[in-house]
């Protein structure tokens, strides 16, 4: 992988929990020299310690990138010790939830060119996705260079405004969830038909990871997938009834939980 001028003059890894980890992780794997990254973590893991990597309190001078990967409730604790990187030499790639741009350009000052970035829980296994949007001060080339960091973990999508961070949050970010309560709800679904708690789990976690997996992998949309698997007048259409109920199955329900998490993104990134 192509790491820029990180390899000579560094990169700080603010903040190294599970997501910080899996991209410390993954570009390790990628081929950047331990020496080329300091992390700034209080509470350093065995695994980080292990690494090579530089574990410090200090900020170096003029890395080529910050990687901002702390909690949003810590950005303003956190990112002070920073501001003297401001300015324009450092960019800044953040993947602090809810936290907008013009809180950054706020504590760091409007010339320095930042990336927002939004990845969700499965990153931590590299199957995750990422969208990314920069301020007027990230270039082409740095944009790419933030996709690159973040491919280690999953893939990239690029937005057209900063706004549709949002919806983002709301179908990928928050996403994971609904589908581990689709998995719990299944499961105890299958329960209540009289299979054990142990196979109705192992039977509703395999499929959806199953049906996922081919959904990713095939050329057909997933509405053809649906199609495909649906017999006339047979049990997946006597399911599919109830579940497609425009008032009461998952269209009216997801579009009220997706929209219900967009707005509380709004509330929270105000």
């Known amino acids: 992988m192509d790491f820029g001028d990180i390899e000579t003059r560094g990169l700080v890894l603010l903040g190294c929990g599970k997501m910080g980890s899996a991209m410390l992780q993954g570009w390790l794997s990628a081929g950047l020299s331990p020496s080329a990254v300091t992390a700034l973590e209080p509470n350093p893991s065995d695994w980080l310690r292990s690494t090579g990597v530089s574990i410090a309190r200090e900020v170096p001078e003029a890395p080529a990138v910050v990687v901002v990967a702390v909690k949003p409730q810590m950005i303003g604790d956190a990112l002070p010790a920073l501001a ?8 800044f790639l953040s993947i602090a939830a809810g936290t907008t741009l013009r809180t950054f350009e706020d504590l760091l000052g409007s010339d320095t060119p930042i990336i927002r970035a939004m ?3 499965p990153a931590a296994i590299g199957r995750g996705i990422s969208a990314l949007f920069g301020n007027a001060r990230v270039s082409d080339e740095a944009l790419a260079l ?3 960091l973040l491919s280690v973990v999953g893939q990239t999508v690029r937005l057209e405004r900063e706004a549709d ?3 983002v949050t709301a179908v990928s970010g928050s996403g994971p969830a609904y589908v581990f309560h689709l998995i719990e709800t299944l499961a105890a679904a299958g329960m209540a038909e009289g299979l054990s708690p142990e196979m109705a789990m192992q039977l509703a976690k395999a499929t959806v990871a199953g049906a996922g997996a081919l959904a990713e992998a095939a050329d057909e949309p997933p509405s053809q997938l649906r199609v495909n698997v649906t017999s006339p ?9 109830v579940l497609m109920d425009e008032a009461h199955g998952f269209p ?9 998490a967009a707005n509380r993104s709004r509330e929270l990134g105000a």
């Open 252 to 260: 009216a329900l997801l579009r009220r939980a997706v929209a219900a």
């Open 233 to 241: 007048a047979g049990t997946t259409a006597a399911a599919l009834e």
């Open 165 to 167: 961070m949002d919806a």
């Open 84 to 91: 003297a990187l401001g300015g324009g030499g450092t960019m």
């Open 119 to 121: 990845p969700n829980t």
């Open 146 to 148: 933030g996709e690159r």
